[in-house]
C-alpha cells in the first residue's frame, strides 16, 4: 500500500480532458483484436494514472495496454 499526496479523502488528481471519452484498445500490440472502451480516469497529477472501463466490464489500467482515443463528434 502506499500513499499519494494528491489523494485524500477531499482530495483527487487534478483530471484530464478525456474523461469519458471512447477509446480503441488493444493488447501486446495486436491491433486484430480491439476492444472499445470509456476512459473513466485521466490523471494530470501524481500518480498519472489513465483508467478505461471495457464494455464488457473489466478495467484495465492504460500502462496495461495500448489505446487510442476515438475522435469526439466535434473533431470529424
Same mark, same amino acid.
Given at each position: 500500500?502506499?500513499?499519494v499526496s494528491?489523494?485524500?479523502h477531499d ?20 491491433? $486484430? ?5 470509456? @476512459?473513466?480516469? /485521466? #490523471?494530470? $497529477? ?5 483508467? @478505461?472501463?471495457? /464494455? #464488457? ?14 475522435p469526439q463528434?466535434?473533431?470529424?
Amino acid at each position: 500500500m502506499g500513499c499519494v499526496s494528491t489523494i485524500t479523502h477531499d482530495n483527487w488528481p487534478k483530471q484530464g480532458s478525456w474523461i469519458g471519452r471512447r477509446t480503441e484498445v488493444c493488447f501486446h500490440y495486436n491491433t $486484430e483484436h480491439t476492444v472499445m472502451g470509456t @476512459i473513466v480516469r /485521466d #490523471d494530470h $497529477e501524481d500518480p498519472f494514472l489513465t483508467v @478505461i472501463q471495457l /464494455d #464488457d466490464d473489466r478495467y484495465v489500467l492504460g500502462s496495461e495496454c495500448q489505446h487510442s482515443p476515438t475522435p469526439q463528434a466535434d473533431e470529424k
